[in-house]
């Protein structure tokens, strides 16, 4: 019986009119050491009446999970749970991937590399990752590596890297994989950065993370996510330069992306729905910065860093809001209510 080189894990959730792409895609990975692991994560659709089918290619090592709804972070962890190969591919039901990376995968097998990542195609042009060249690179815990590890999907990880640190997604939240940033650099030693696309990015309107929602959905998923992440990596280290590292890389995540989003839609539009999620906002950054034991001064300079024309106005609209709620207010700092505040999107 041959050793299985690869696990390719795909989560999947009411994907009947687009699955089929993916498993017709997974065809040309005639090999007989991948083995792909797809996970329902409780469709009410004919999605796994789909998958079911598909598993009749016995040329395809095929194991078809299906569970309650957890989530695409759960349905991971679910795969990982029951892969075998030496190394983890994350893939998004709606993209597409290339078989020429396995070959190049294999080649470097022997060198036990703890991440091999490549080039992502999206909309005809080439992105590429990591902001690193290509190449052999070995890391220590170093300001180089920490927050570049960019997407999940144009990474091939090594299994025993993942199950020996115990590394898991969060669960029943989107934006599950802006927690890894903060926990694999403390794993990740080796890393080798392939001259080549292996992946493409299809552009899907039905995607969970890819639709628009007003604050408290899927920006609570990036809070809570990027949140969890931070503690993980403060908990982690003594060292202030990574610390605060980790804290603005923290704030580019979560505080950058969604307030800017929301000063936006009110400078555009003001309205008082707006305003009422910048004092959500503030009421749990303000809760972070206490816990963290951070200043509001990171906060601003953050904030106003590298700002330029627009978002440089709206920033200092940002910081003049924080800076009234958060010294001349009553507002309650507070982080939990925000906790499973999403979990009925995936109903």
Excluded at 29 to 48: A, H, K, P, R, W
Excluded at 200 to 207: L, M, P
Aim: with cysteine; proline share 2%.
């Amino acid at each position: 019986m041959n050793e299985v080189v690869l696990s390719i894990i795909v989560p999947v959730f009411n994907r009947e009119k687009i699955i089929s792409n993916l498993l017709n895609n997974f065809l040309e990975f005639d090999y007989n050491d991948i083995e792909i692991i797809i996970v329902d994560d409780g469709s009410t659709d004919n999605t796994f009446s789909i998958l079911n089918s598909f598993s009749k290619y016995k040329n395809l090592k095929f194991k078809l999970l299906k569970q309650e709804n957890k989530g695409p972070g759960g349905a991971r962890n679910s795969g990982v749970s029951v892969s075998t190969g030496n190394y983890l591919w994350f893939v998004d039901s709606d993209d597409k991937v290339f078989p020429e990376i396995y070959h190049e995968l294999k080649a470097l097998l022997s060198e036990k590399f703890d991440i091999i990542t490549f080039d992502v195609l999206q909309s005809g042009k080439v992105l590429h990752t990591m902001e690193i060249g290509y190449g052999k690179y070995n890391f220590n815990l170093s300001s180089l590596f920490l927050g570049e590890l960019g997407t999940h999907c144009n990474k091939m990880y090594k299994r025993e890297l993942w199950i020996n640190n115990k590394i898991k997604y969060p669960e029943k939240v989107l934006y599950e994989d802006n927690y890894l940033p903060f926990v694999l650099p403390y794993y990740i030693q080796s890393v080798f950065k392939l001259d080549l696309i292996g992946y493409e990015y299809i552009v899907d309107n039905y995607s969970v993370t890819r639709t628009g929602q007003s604050f408290g959905g899927k920006d609570v998923g990036r809070l809570l996510t990027a949140y969890e992440g931070l503690k993980y990596s403060v908990t982690r280290s003594r060292n202030s330069a990574y610390i605060d590292h980790f804290f603005n890389y923290f704030l580019q995540l979560f505080l950058i992306n969604t307030s800017l989003l929301i000063a936006r839609d009110f400078y555009h539009r003001p309205n008082k729905s707006s305003f009422d999620d910048l004092k959500k906002l503030n009421r749990s950054l303000f809760y972070i910065l206490k816990e963290m034991d951070f200043s509001q001064r990171h906060l601003y300079v953050s904030l106003l860093r590298n700002r330029k024309g627009k978002d440089y106005i709206l920033s200092l609209f940002l910081v003049m809001i924080f800076y009234i709620y958060s010294n001349f207010s009553n507002l309650k700092y507070s982080i939990e209510n925000y906790y499973n505040v999403n979990e009925a999107e995936w109903k």
